[in-house]
């Protein structure tokens, strides 16, 4: 079997698995999840059941795979394939190595003590800061050798079957603390000319200041980080193919290098990154922020980078958000935070997430507001599930499109011979926002699923038709195949056709007459 890979085709990026393109329906779990075999077992995968899944991220630590010094220890991987198998799912996994948001906790022990080795990045006062600085040759070095183990056993126990179809590699990287590394040592990396690489990414030269004034500390951030990822990755890579991505935490307020991860694969510097980094094949942002379409926007900005979402706010608008990045982005993977709590009854909460850990996260408390969100995120997973071979056929095509509601009331969309006036409908607390996504099969037919809106197909500006339905068949997919249910030519295709505030999905076929 081919080993899965992600190209960009006739300017559609898909992600192939097996030999055929994949989509991707995710979610990730908690940090400490899958440290344990026997908690997966009882607290994650009897609650992943009911959301429709088909692909669980869950994070590989390097302190649990060499605990001493050259000593590797795999069974944790071998029991979660196992386990994934036994649930018929795909596992995209998160290499926890020298970085995870931003800091270096989850690096072995032997790595911790030995700080003269392994030496941290420091602040403008000089002090130490958590995080093993990306200068640190003997820290690269060593992660490199634990990433080149793992893809090799990796390969060896899944090399066949592709359970594990993507790798990221490091967590939310970028410095906390401080805009950059002020040690002696990266004081005069810093004061030296850039790269050549960097000098013809954006055509110019001179040291960092020269180059990029204001923000010359998160440049040469970005290119401290973007180099050891690649001298990672590309180790890794050379044993084991698998698609390798990195994933932000986003900039945001208060807007300074160092309160979000400064030198992290932010859109701003995706193109430094792209020049310093080319093993890494995508730039994923980890969304908790509410302007989920502006950011969508920013990560697939002149179609340079396919939209993976491999961390999304686990509040009920994530049952609408899929449909958007699906229908609108092409996305290739949507995956909800803590994916575990969804469906947990609250008696059987276990490592959920504590509200102070989300403030120094700097993450929106109502983006963890679980309320709701299981019941509808499943059937969307599971509405979604059943066409993704439509979706593929339809990504890049233009004739597939998705709209979200903000602060607007609706939206007009533009096929060939008609608009589509969208109105949002009203939610409650508690019920997902509007939104959706449009395929137009033919001139005159057309597939609209999502949640919450109504719809009302106009002529074209300065068509003097009137326009008409000839049947709406209300039903589902199932393997991609239409199954109609009812057949809605009555009072329920008067004013408000639509879909209500659970996931749905309508085929209809127009027509106009003068
Ligand atoms: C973003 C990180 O990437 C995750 O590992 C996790 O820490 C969440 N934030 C918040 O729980």
Known sequence: MLIPQLLKEDGVYNLYVDGKPYIALAGEI?????SGLKYMEGKVWPYLKGLNLNTVILPIYWELIEPEQGEFDFHLLEGLIEQARHEN???VLLWFGLWKNGNSTYVPGWVKRDYKTYFRAVNERNEPLNTISPLCRSAVEADANAF????????KIDGDQHTVIMVQVENEVGLLGSDRDYSEYANAEFNRPIPTVIESCYNTSGT???AFAENAAEYFMAYQYARAVEEIASAGSKIYPLPLFVNAWLEQFPWRPGTYPSGGPIAKVMKLWKAAAPTICL???????PKFTEICEEYTANNENPLFI??????????T??????????ALCFAPFGIEDLLTPPSDEGGGIDMNVLMALNIDMSSFNTNGTGKYLAKSYELLGNMLGVIQKYRGTGKMTGFLKNNDRGCTLSFSKYDLKVSYKFSKEG??????????VSDHEFILAGIGFSVEFLPKRGDKSKVSFIRIEEGKFVKDEWVRDRVLNGDEAGYSLGIGHNPAVLRMEMYKYQ
């Open 30 to 34: 908690h940090n400490s999840s899958s």
């Open 89 to 91: 799912v795909r596992l």
């Open 148 to 155: 080149i183990r793992f893809m090799t056993h990796l390969k």
């Open 208 to 210: 960092w200041e020269e």
């Open 283 to 289: 730039y994923a942002p980890d969304i908790y922020l």
């Open 310 to 319: 491999p961390e999304a706010r686990r509040d009920v608008v994530s049952a």
């Open 321 to 330: 958000n899929v449909f958007y990045a699906l229908g609108k982005h092409d």
């Open 431 to 440: 019920q997902p926002v509007s939104g959706g996504l449009v395929i137009e």
